[in-house]
Protein backbone atom coordinates (compact mmCIF):
# COMPACT_ATOMS: atom_id res chain seq x y z
CA UNK A 1 0.00 0.00 0.00
CA UNK A 2 2.60 2.33 0.49
CA UNK A 3 6.09 3.51 -0.81
CA UNK A 4 9.39 4.50 0.57
CA UNK A 5 10.05 8.30 -0.82
CA UNK A 6 13.54 9.26 -2.04
CA UNK A 7 14.57 11.76 -3.87
CA UNK A 8 17.76 11.20 -5.61
CA UNK A 9 21.09 13.43 -5.09
CA UNK A 10 19.03 15.33 -2.23
CA UNK A 11 18.93 12.96 0.30
CA UNK A 12 15.21 12.97 0.92
CA UNK A 13 13.49 10.03 1.94
CA UNK A 14 11.21 8.85 4.63
CA UNK A 15 11.69 6.07 7.19
CA UNK A 16 8.36 5.87 8.65
CA UNK A 17 7.24 6.86 12.19
CA UNK A 18 8.89 3.93 13.81
CA UNK A 19 11.99 4.69 12.73
CA UNK A 20 12.36 8.78 12.44
CA UNK A 21 14.24 10.01 15.15
CA UNK A 22 13.61 13.48 15.87
CA UNK A 23 16.04 16.38 16.51
CA UNK A 24 16.56 19.51 16.15
CA UNK A 25 19.68 21.74 14.33
CA UNK A 26 18.34 24.77 14.90
CA UNK A 27 19.15 25.27 11.14
CA UNK A 28 16.53 28.37 10.09
CA UNK A 29 18.21 30.41 7.46
CA UNK A 30 16.44 33.75 9.15
CA UNK A 31 14.36 34.29 12.51
CA UNK A 32 10.18 33.22 12.57
CA UNK A 33 9.07 34.24 15.31
CA UNK A 34 5.08 32.69 14.75
CA UNK A 35 2.29 32.64 12.65
CA UNK A 36 1.34 35.56 12.10
CA UNK A 37 -1.96 35.37 10.13
CA UNK A 38 -3.77 33.24 7.44
CA UNK A 39 -5.48 35.15 4.53
CA UNK A 40 -8.05 33.17 2.10
CA UNK A 41 -9.23 34.68 -0.87
CA UNK A 42 -12.92 34.55 -1.88
CA UNK A 43 -15.21 36.81 -3.95
CA UNK A 44 -17.07 37.53 -0.96
CA UNK A 45 -15.25 38.26 1.95
CA UNK A 46 -18.26 39.77 3.71
CA UNK A 47 -20.51 36.21 3.90
CA UNK A 48 -17.33 34.39 4.54
CA UNK A 49 -15.56 36.24 6.78
CA UNK A 50 -19.36 35.95 8.94
CA UNK A 51 -19.57 32.83 8.81
CA UNK A 52 -16.21 31.76 10.28
CA UNK A 53 -16.84 33.84 12.91
CA UNK A 54 -19.99 32.69 14.01
CA UNK A 55 -18.70 29.11 13.32
CA UNK A 56 -15.26 29.84 15.26
CA UNK A 57 -16.20 31.89 17.91
CA UNK A 58 -14.37 34.30 16.47
CA UNK A 59 -15.17 38.57 16.50
CA UNK A 60 -14.53 41.00 13.13
CA UNK A 61 -12.66 42.97 14.73
CA UNK A 62 -10.92 45.07 11.88
CA UNK A 63 -11.63 45.55 8.23
CA UNK A 64 -10.26 47.29 4.76
CA UNK A 65 -12.96 48.01 2.36
CA UNK A 66 -15.03 50.86 0.64
CA UNK A 67 -15.68 52.63 4.05
CA UNK A 68 -12.20 52.98 4.49
CA UNK A 69 -11.44 54.20 1.19
CA UNK A 70 -10.19 50.97 0.09
CA UNK A 71 -11.11 50.96 -3.42
CA UNK A 72 -9.07 47.59 -4.50
CA UNK A 73 -10.59 44.95 -2.11
CA UNK A 74 -12.86 44.11 0.87
CA UNK A 75 -10.86 42.65 3.65
CA UNK A 76 -12.06 41.61 7.27
CA UNK A 77 -10.00 40.33 10.04
CA UNK A 78 -11.01 38.26 12.69
CA UNK A 79 -9.48 37.28 15.58
CA UNK A 80 -9.22 35.17 18.80
CA UNK A 81 -5.98 34.94 21.67
CA UNK A 82 -3.17 34.95 19.16
CA UNK A 83 -4.89 33.83 16.40
CA UNK A 84 -5.98 35.97 13.02
CA UNK A 85 -7.84 34.79 10.07
CA UNK A 86 -7.72 37.51 7.26
CA UNK A 87 -10.94 37.62 4.38
CA UNK A 88 -10.29 39.31 1.10
CA UNK A 89 -12.42 40.03 -2.03
CA UNK A 90 -11.77 41.86 -4.72
CA UNK A 91 -14.09 45.11 -5.92
CA UNK A 92 -14.77 45.99 -9.69
CA UNK A 93 -11.27 46.66 -11.16
CA UNK A 94 -13.29 49.56 -12.91
CA UNK A 95 -13.37 50.68 -9.66
CA UNK A 96 -9.76 50.20 -7.98
CA UNK A 97 -8.81 51.89 -11.53
CA UNK A 98 -10.95 55.03 -11.03
CA UNK A 99 -7.82 55.83 -8.24
CA UNK A 100 -4.59 57.75 -9.26
CA UNK A 101 -2.88 55.76 -6.78
CA UNK A 102 -3.54 52.25 -5.09
CA UNK A 103 -6.02 52.23 -2.12
CA UNK A 104 -5.09 48.38 -1.29
CA UNK A 105 -4.29 47.87 2.50
CA UNK A 106 -3.07 44.23 1.04
CA UNK A 107 -0.08 45.75 -1.38
CA UNK A 108 0.29 42.42 -2.46
CA UNK A 109 -3.15 41.48 -3.45
CA UNK A 110 -4.28 41.42 -7.26
CA UNK A 111 -7.65 41.29 -8.39
CA UNK A 112 -7.07 39.61 -11.76
CA UNK A 113 -5.58 37.11 -9.52
CA UNK A 114 -7.57 36.56 -6.81
CA UNK A 115 -10.73 35.98 -8.81
CA UNK A 116 -8.63 33.38 -11.26
CA UNK A 117 -6.98 31.29 -7.48
CA UNK A 118 -11.05 31.83 -6.45
CA UNK A 119 -12.72 30.11 -9.78
CA UNK A 120 -9.40 27.47 -9.60
CA UNK A 121 -9.82 26.80 -5.65
CA UNK A 122 -13.26 28.24 -4.66
CA UNK A 123 -12.55 29.28 -0.92
CA UNK A 124 -9.10 28.78 0.16
CA UNK A 125 -5.94 29.85 1.26
CA UNK A 126 -4.03 32.28 -0.77
CA UNK A 127 -1.32 33.18 2.14
CA UNK A 128 0.19 31.79 5.07
CA UNK A 129 1.80 34.61 7.19
CA UNK A 130 4.62 34.70 9.51
CA UNK A 131 5.99 37.18 11.24
CA UNK A 132 10.20 37.36 10.87
CA UNK A 133 12.65 40.05 12.01
CA UNK A 134 13.39 41.30 8.66
CA UNK A 135 11.13 40.72 5.67
CA UNK A 136 13.35 42.31 3.50
CA UNK A 137 16.02 40.00 4.65
CA UNK A 138 13.74 36.83 4.47
CA UNK A 139 12.76 37.22 1.48
CA UNK A 140 16.24 37.80 -0.18
CA UNK A 141 17.71 34.98 1.99
CA UNK A 142 15.02 32.96 0.76
CA UNK A 143 15.20 33.55 -2.92
CA UNK A 144 19.02 32.94 -2.50
CA UNK A 145 18.19 29.91 -1.72
CA UNK A 146 15.97 28.65 -4.24
CA UNK A 147 12.21 30.10 -3.43
CA UNK A 148 10.09 31.31 -6.00
CA UNK A 149 9.52 34.85 -5.15
CA UNK A 150 5.81 35.87 -5.45
CA UNK A 151 5.91 39.53 -4.53
CA UNK A 152 9.03 41.59 -3.75
CA UNK A 153 9.07 43.43 -0.15
CA UNK A 154 7.27 46.80 0.85
CA UNK A 155 7.33 49.13 3.88
CA UNK A 156 3.95 49.79 5.00
CA UNK A 157 3.45 53.05 7.10
CA UNK A 158 7.45 53.10 7.13
CA UNK A 159 6.76 50.20 10.08
CA UNK A 160 5.67 47.08 8.69
CA UNK A 161 7.84 44.99 5.65
CA UNK A 162 5.97 42.49 4.08
CA UNK A 163 6.82 39.87 0.95
CA UNK A 164 5.69 36.76 0.03
CA UNK A 165 7.54 34.03 -2.08
CA UNK A 166 5.96 30.84 -3.60
CA UNK A 167 5.08 27.94 -1.17
CA UNK A 168 3.07 25.21 -3.29
CA UNK A 169 0.57 25.84 -5.82
CA UNK A 170 -1.53 28.95 -5.82
CA UNK A 171 0.02 29.69 -1.89
CA UNK A 172 2.52 31.87 -0.62
CA UNK A 173 4.47 32.09 2.27
CA UNK A 174 4.45 35.79 3.95
CA UNK A 175 6.67 37.70 5.67
CA UNK A 176 5.61 39.96 8.25
CA UNK A 177 8.00 42.16 9.94
CA UNK A 178 8.16 44.91 12.60
CA UNK A 179 10.79 47.94 13.22
CA UNK A 180 9.72 47.74 16.63
CA UNK A 181 8.23 45.15 19.40
CA UNK A 182 5.58 47.31 20.66
CA UNK A 183 3.14 45.90 18.40
CA UNK A 184 2.87 42.34 20.38
CA UNK A 185 1.48 43.88 23.35
CA UNK A 186 0.24 47.26 22.33
CA UNK A 187 -3.13 48.72 23.94
CA UNK A 188 -4.16 50.99 21.28
CA UNK A 189 -7.46 49.33 19.72
CA UNK A 190 -6.12 50.59 16.34
CA UNK A 191 -5.56 47.26 14.18
CA UNK A 192 -3.33 49.80 12.10
CA UNK A 193 -0.63 49.36 14.91
CA UNK A 194 -0.60 45.53 16.05
CA UNK A 195 -1.50 44.36 12.17
CA UNK A 196 -1.45 46.21 9.46
CA UNK A 197 -1.68 49.62 8.28
CA UNK A 198 -4.52 50.85 6.55
CA UNK A 199 -7.24 48.61 8.77
CA UNK A 200 -9.58 50.33 11.20
CA UNK A 201 -11.59 48.80 14.19
CA UNK A 202 -15.07 47.45 13.38
CA UNK A 203 -18.12 49.13 14.76
CA UNK A 204 -19.36 46.62 17.38
CA UNK A 205 -22.80 46.36 15.81
CA UNK A 206 -21.20 45.39 13.06
CA UNK A 207 -19.47 42.12 14.04
CA UNK A 208 -20.01 39.06 17.26
CA UNK A 209 -17.68 40.88 19.56
CA UNK A 210 -19.30 38.78 22.74
CA UNK A 211 -18.00 35.66 20.55
CA UNK A 212 -15.21 33.61 22.62
CA UNK A 213 -15.45 29.67 22.22
CA UNK A 214 -11.95 29.62 23.81
CA UNK A 215 -10.01 28.97 20.14
CA UNK A 216 -6.32 30.71 20.69
CA UNK A 217 -3.67 29.84 17.95
CA UNK A 218 -2.58 28.44 15.13
CA UNK A 219 -0.90 25.21 15.76
CA UNK A 220 -0.17 24.10 12.34
CA UNK A 221 -0.95 24.25 8.60
CA UNK A 222 -1.02 21.28 6.27
CA UNK A 223 -0.67 21.04 2.84
CA UNK A 224 -1.28 18.48 0.00
CA UNK A 225 0.63 18.32 -2.70
CA UNK A 226 1.40 15.44 -6.06
CA UNK A 227 4.95 15.01 -4.72
CA UNK A 228 6.50 14.82 -1.62
CA UNK A 229 10.12 14.80 -1.87
CA UNK A 230 10.72 17.63 -4.31
CA UNK A 231 8.15 19.90 -1.71
CA UNK A 232 9.91 19.02 1.27
CA UNK A 233 13.23 19.48 -0.75
CA UNK A 234 12.21 23.12 -2.14
CA UNK A 235 10.79 24.94 1.26
CA UNK A 236 13.78 23.07 3.76
CA UNK A 237 16.46 24.66 1.46
CA UNK A 238 14.88 28.44 1.44
CA UNK A 239 13.62 28.27 4.96
CA UNK A 240 16.00 25.71 6.80
CA UNK A 241 13.13 24.22 8.54
CA UNK A 242 13.92 20.61 9.56
CA UNK A 243 11.93 17.42 9.67
CA UNK A 244 9.69 17.42 13.15
CA UNK A 245 7.81 13.80 12.26
CA UNK A 246 6.83 11.84 9.01
CA UNK A 247 4.38 8.93 8.47
CA UNK A 248 3.70 6.56 5.69
CA UNK A 249 0.40 4.85 5.13
CA UNK A 250 1.86 1.32 6.83
CA UNK A 251 1.96 3.85 9.48
CA UNK A 252 -1.41 6.33 9.28
CA UNK A 253 -3.56 4.34 6.29
CA UNK A 254 -6.34 1.76 6.09
CA UNK A 255 -7.22 -1.34 4.20
CA UNK A 256 -8.36 1.17 1.45
CA UNK A 257 -6.67 4.64 1.75
CA UNK A 258 -3.24 5.79 2.84
CA UNK A 259 -0.23 8.75 2.42
CA UNK A 260 2.67 9.75 3.41
CA UNK A 261 3.53 12.72 5.60
CA UNK A 262 6.54 15.03 6.63
CA UNK A 263 5.73 18.14 9.06
CA UNK A 264 8.28 20.67 8.76
CA UNK A 265 9.23 23.13 11.46
CA UNK A 266 10.98 26.45 12.69
CA UNK A 267 13.70 26.61 15.05
CA UNK A 268 11.31 27.22 18.14
CA UNK A 269 9.27 24.12 16.68
CA UNK A 270 6.27 27.11 17.06
CA UNK A 271 5.80 27.25 13.08
CA UNK A 272 4.63 23.52 11.91
CA UNK A 273 3.90 23.35 8.31
CA UNK A 274 2.90 19.48 7.29
CA UNK A 275 2.85 17.89 3.85
CA UNK A 276 1.01 15.43 2.70
CA UNK A 277 1.12 13.39 -0.75
CA UNK A 278 -1.59 10.83 -2.05
CA UNK A 279 -0.32 7.16 -2.12
CA UNK A 280 -1.55 5.18 -5.44
CA UNK A 281 -3.14 1.87 -6.60
CA UNK A 282 -4.80 1.88 -2.69
CA UNK A 283 -8.41 -0.02 -2.86
CA UNK A 284 -9.90 3.53 -3.14
CA UNK A 285 -8.76 7.18 -3.94
CA UNK A 286 -6.73 8.27 -1.40
CA UNK A 287 -8.37 11.15 -0.05
CA UNK A 288 -5.05 13.59 -1.10
CA UNK A 289 -5.90 12.67 -4.27
CA UNK A 290 -9.26 13.75 -4.42
CA UNK A 291 -8.56 17.07 -2.59
CA UNK A 292 -5.89 17.63 -5.59
CA UNK A 293 -8.43 17.26 -8.17
CA UNK A 294 -11.51 19.29 -6.06
CA UNK A 295 -8.53 21.51 -5.54
CA UNK A 296 -7.13 21.85 -9.59
CA UNK A 297 -3.27 21.26 -7.58
CA UNK A 298 -1.95 21.45 -4.37
CA UNK A 299 -2.93 24.08 -1.21
CA UNK A 300 -3.48 24.38 2.52
CA UNK A 301 -6.06 21.23 3.44
CA UNK A 302 -6.87 22.00 6.79
CA UNK A 303 -6.10 24.48 10.00
CA UNK A 304 -5.30 23.18 13.30
CA UNK A 305 -6.58 25.58 15.50
CA UNK A 306 -5.43 25.09 19.64
CA UNK A 307 -8.36 25.78 22.10
CA UNK A 308 -7.82 26.36 25.88
CA UNK A 309 -11.01 24.40 26.42
CA UNK A 310 -11.53 22.04 23.59
CA UNK A 311 -14.88 20.74 25.48
CA UNK A 312 -16.25 24.17 25.66
CA UNK A 313 -15.14 25.09 21.95
CA UNK A 314 -16.98 21.91 20.94
CA UNK A 315 -20.22 22.41 22.88
CA UNK A 316 -20.23 26.38 21.15
CA UNK A 317 -19.27 24.93 17.99
CA UNK A 318 -21.99 22.30 17.87
CA UNK A 319 -24.67 24.62 18.86
CA UNK A 320 -24.26 26.32 15.61
CA UNK A 321 -23.29 23.46 13.56
CA UNK A 322 -26.33 23.64 11.79
CA UNK A 323 -26.93 27.01 11.06
CA UNK A 324 -24.18 28.83 9.77
CA UNK A 325 -21.68 27.18 11.57
CA UNK A 326 -19.38 23.59 10.72
CA UNK A 327 -20.54 19.90 10.49
CA UNK A 328 -18.22 17.78 11.74
CA UNK A 329 -16.95 14.33 10.93
CA UNK A 330 -18.82 11.52 12.04
CA UNK A 331 -17.65 10.11 15.63
CA UNK A 332 -15.93 6.89 15.95
CA UNK A 333 -17.63 3.93 17.08
CA UNK A 334 -18.44 3.07 20.83
CA UNK A 335 -15.74 0.64 20.91
CA UNK A 336 -12.85 3.41 20.46
CA UNK A 337 -14.28 5.23 23.42
CA UNK A 338 -14.38 1.74 25.27
CA UNK A 339 -10.63 1.66 24.87
CA UNK A 340 -9.71 4.74 25.75
CA UNK A 341 -9.46 4.27 29.06
CA UNK A 342 -6.55 1.94 29.15
CA UNK A 343 -4.85 4.32 26.52
CA UNK A 344 -5.16 7.40 28.34
CA UNK A 345 -6.82 7.17 32.00
CA UNK A 346 -3.54 8.15 33.59
CA UNK A 347 -3.96 11.82 31.59
CA UNK A 348 -8.03 11.90 31.55
CA UNK A 349 -10.33 11.47 33.99
CA UNK A 350 -13.46 9.21 33.88
CA UNK A 351 -15.67 12.64 33.16
CA UNK A 352 -12.85 13.44 30.47
CA UNK A 353 -13.35 10.73 28.80
CA UNK A 354 -16.86 10.83 28.78
CA UNK A 355 -17.66 14.37 27.32
CA UNK A 356 -14.97 12.96 24.67
CA UNK A 357 -17.14 10.15 23.86
CA UNK A 358 -20.37 13.10 24.04
CA UNK A 359 -18.41 15.16 21.86
CA UNK A 360 -16.79 13.05 19.33
CA UNK A 361 -13.04 13.97 19.84
CA UNK A 362 -10.16 11.90 18.97
CA UNK A 363 -7.05 11.36 22.00
CA UNK A 364 -4.16 9.94 21.07
CA UNK A 365 -0.75 10.47 23.21
CA UNK A 366 2.91 10.14 22.47
CA UNK A 367 6.11 10.06 24.77
CA UNK A 368 5.64 13.58 25.49
CA UNK A 369 1.77 14.32 25.70
CA UNK A 370 -1.46 14.03 24.69
CA UNK A 371 -3.76 15.41 21.86
CA UNK A 372 -7.69 15.69 21.57
CA UNK A 373 -8.64 16.64 18.29
CA UNK A 374 -11.59 16.89 16.03
CA UNK A 375 -12.69 17.70 12.47
CA UNK A 376 -14.84 19.50 10.41
CA UNK A 377 -16.47 18.82 7.55
CA UNK A 378 -14.66 20.84 4.33
CA UNK A 379 -15.73 24.13 5.00
CA UNK A 380 -16.99 24.88 1.59
CA UNK A 381 -18.51 23.34 -1.54
CA UNK A 382 -16.13 21.39 -2.43
CA UNK A 383 -14.31 18.32 -0.41
CA UNK A 384 -11.31 20.56 0.14
CA UNK A 385 -10.09 22.51 2.73
CA UNK A 386 -11.82 21.94 6.39
CA UNK A 387 -11.29 22.76 9.93
CA UNK A 388 -8.77 20.62 12.92
CA UNK A 389 -9.62 21.59 16.33
CA UNK A 390 -7.24 20.59 19.24
CA UNK A 391 -5.83 20.74 22.79
CA UNK A 392 -2.52 19.47 23.46
CA UNK A 393 -1.39 18.39 27.36
CA UNK A 394 1.58 18.01 28.74
CA UNK A 395 5.07 19.29 27.72
CA UNK A 396 5.50 22.45 29.83
CA UNK A 397 8.81 23.96 29.55
CA UNK A 398 10.62 27.34 31.20
CA UNK A 399 12.55 29.67 28.96
CA UNK A 400 15.41 31.88 30.13
CA UNK A 401 13.53 34.03 31.60
CA UNK A 402 11.33 31.44 33.54
CA UNK A 403 8.03 32.10 31.70
CA UNK A 404 6.15 28.47 31.59
CA UNK A 405 4.97 27.17 27.85
CA UNK A 406 4.36 24.67 26.06
CA UNK A 407 6.74 22.80 24.10
CA UNK A 408 5.24 23.01 20.12
CA UNK A 409 3.71 19.66 18.57
CA UNK A 410 2.72 17.94 22.34
CA UNK A 411 1.09 15.11 22.01
CA UNK A 412 1.78 14.65 18.38
CA UNK A 413 -0.34 14.55 15.47
CA UNK A 414 -2.61 11.80 15.87
CA UNK A 415 -1.11 8.74 14.44
CA UNK A 416 -3.12 6.56 16.26
CA UNK A 417 -6.29 8.44 15.01
CA UNK A 418 -5.89 8.54 11.26
CA UNK A 419 -7.50 5.10 10.70
CA UNK A 420 -10.51 6.06 12.56
CA UNK A 421 -10.22 9.54 10.39
CA UNK A 422 -9.58 7.88 7.17
CA UNK A 423 -12.77 5.67 7.63
CA UNK A 424 -14.85 8.92 8.37
CA UNK A 425 -13.45 10.60 6.00
CA UNK A 426 -13.67 7.38 3.41
CA UNK A 427 -17.43 7.07 4.76
CA UNK A 428 -18.26 10.96 3.78
CA UNK A 429 -16.39 10.90 0.12
CA UNK A 430 -18.81 7.99 -0.28
CA UNK A 431 -22.28 10.36 0.12
CA UNK A 432 -20.31 12.41 -2.29
CA UNK A 433 -19.70 10.05 -5.34
CA UNK A 434 -21.76 10.78 -8.40
CA UNK A 435 -24.38 8.54 -9.06
CA UNK A 436 -24.26 7.03 -12.31
CA UNK A 437 -26.69 5.91 -14.66
CA UNK A 438 -26.96 2.41 -16.32
Known sequence: MGKETENAGTGFKLVGFNNFVRTNPK??????TRFHHIEF???????????????????????????????????????????????????SPSISSSSATSTAAIPTFDASAC??????????????????????????????HGAHPSSPPVVLDNRVGLAEVRLYGDVV????SYNDSSHVSDP???????????????????????????????????????????????????????????????DVGTSESGLNSVVLANNEEMVLLPLNEPVYGTKR????????????????????????????????????????GFEFMPSPPPTYYCNLKNRVGDVLTDDQIK??????????????????????????DRPTIFIEIIQRIGCMMK??????????????FGKGNFSELFKSIEEYEKTLETRRVA
Open 355 to 380: QCEELGILVDKDDQGTLLQIFTKPVG
Open 188 to 250: NPNPGSWFLPGFEPVEELSSYPSLDYGIRRLDHAVGNVPELAPTVNYVKGFTGFHEFAEFTAE
Open 115 to 144: LAFAAAHGLAVRAIAVEVDNADDAFATSVA
Open 41 to 91: WCTDATNAARRFSWGLGMPIVAKSDLSTGNLTHASYLLRSGDLSFLFSAPY
Open 173 to 176: LRYV
Open 285 to 324: KSQIETYLEHNVGAGVQHLALVSRDIFMTLREMRKRSAVG
Open 27 to 32: SDRFKV
Open 399 to 412: DDEGKVYQKGGCGG
